[in-house]
T-cell receptor, first 112, second 113 residues
Framework: DVKVTQSSRYLVKRTGEKVFLECVQD?????MFWYRQDPGLGLRLIYF???????EKGDIPEGYSVSREKKERFSLILESASTNQTSMYLC???????????FGPGTRLTVT | AQSVTQPDIHITVSEGASLELRCNYS??????LFWYVQSPGQGLQLLLK??????LVQGIKGFEAEFKRSQSSFNLRKPSVHWSDAAEYFC???????????FGSGTRLLVRP
C-alpha cells in the first residue's frame, strides 16, 4: 500500500512564527502536492513538485514556500504565519494512474 | 477556466436508502474524473476513477459513478447507504500534463439511523 505521512496531525503556532509541515511518501513517486482545505472551498493547490528541487506554484502560493531536497520528502513552509493560514493542510503524491493522487492524513494548523 | 461543481453542500439520507451525489465539470477536452471520500479527521481516499471506456465505473465500498458527456456530469451512486458512509465526498477533474487535480467544494453526507 502507498503510504503518505505528515509530521503532525495538529499544530498550534503563534502569528509571525516560521512553520514547517513535512510530508513523506514511500512509493518513489515523482509528483507531490500541497493543498489547503477550508469549509465550502474544497481543496486548493498551494504548490506542487514534479521532481527533486523542482516546484511550481499552484492556485494560492502567496505566503507559502516549499522545499524538495529528496524525492520522498516535500516540505511546506510558512515563512511568517498569519491567522488566515489557519486551515487543514493535505499532502499528496501521484502514482498508479496518470492523475491518481494518494493523500496523507492532514495537518490541522491553528495560528493564534 | 476549468471548474468542478458539487451543487449539494449537505445531503441527508436514511440508512438503507439509495444515494446520488452530483458533480458537474467544465473542461474543454475529455476529462479524467475522480471521486474521493474523506472521513472525519482523515485524509482523502480514492473511491473510483474514470479515464476512458465504459462510462459506468465501479469503485470501492459499493460505489459507482456514471460519466455523461452530454451533461458534463459524473454523479456518484450507491444503492444502499450504510451508517459508515457518513463522510465528505469530493469530485475532482484531472487536467493537462501537469497532473494537477481540480476539486469540487465537497458534499457532506449524513446518514440517519
Amino acid at each position: 500500500d502507498v503510504k503518505v505521512t505528515q509530521s503532525s496531525r495538529y499544530l498550534v503556532k503563534r502569528t509571525g512564527e516560521k512553520v514547517f509541515l513535512e510530508c513523506v511518501q514511500d512509493m518513489d513517486h515523482e509528483n507531490m502536492f500541497w493543498y489547503r482545505q477550508d469549509p465550502g472551498l474544497g481543496l486548493r493547490l498551494i504548490y506542487f513538485s514534479y521532481d527533486v528541487k523542482m516546484k511550481e506554484k499552484g492556485d494560492i502560493p502567496e505566503g507559502y514556500s516549499v522545499s524538495r531536497e529528496k524525492k520522498e520528502r516535500f516540505s511546506l513552509i510558512l515563512e511568517s504565519a498569519s491567522t488566515n493560514q489557519t486551515s487543514m493542510y493535505l499532502c499528496a503524491s501521484r502514482g498508479g494512474g496518470p492523475w491518481e493522487q494518494y493523500f496523507g492524513p492532514g495537518t490541522r494548523l491553528t495560528v493564534t | 477556466a476549468q471548474s468542478v461543481t458539487q451543487p449539494d453542500i449537505h445531503i441527508t439520507v436514511s440508512e438503507g436508502a439509495s444515494l446520488e451525489l452530483r458533480c458537474n465539470y467544465s473542461y474543454g477536452a475529455t476529462p479524467y474524473l475522480f471521486w474521493y471520500v474523506q472521513s472525519p479527521g482523515q485524509g482523502l481516499q480514492l473511491l473510483l476513477k474514470y479515464f476512458s471506456g465504459d462510462t459506468l465505473v465501479q469503485g470501492i465500498k459499493g460505489f459507482e459513478a456514471e460519466f455523461k458527456r452530454s451533461q458534463s456530469s459524473f454523479n456518484l451512486r450507491k444503492p444502499s447507504v450504510h451508517w459508515s458512509d457518513a463522510a465528505e465526498y469530493f469530485c475532482a477533474v484531472g487536467m493537462d500534463s501537469s497532473y494537477k487535480l481540480i476539486f469540487g467544494s465537497g458534499t457532506r453526507l449524513l446518514v440517519r439511523p
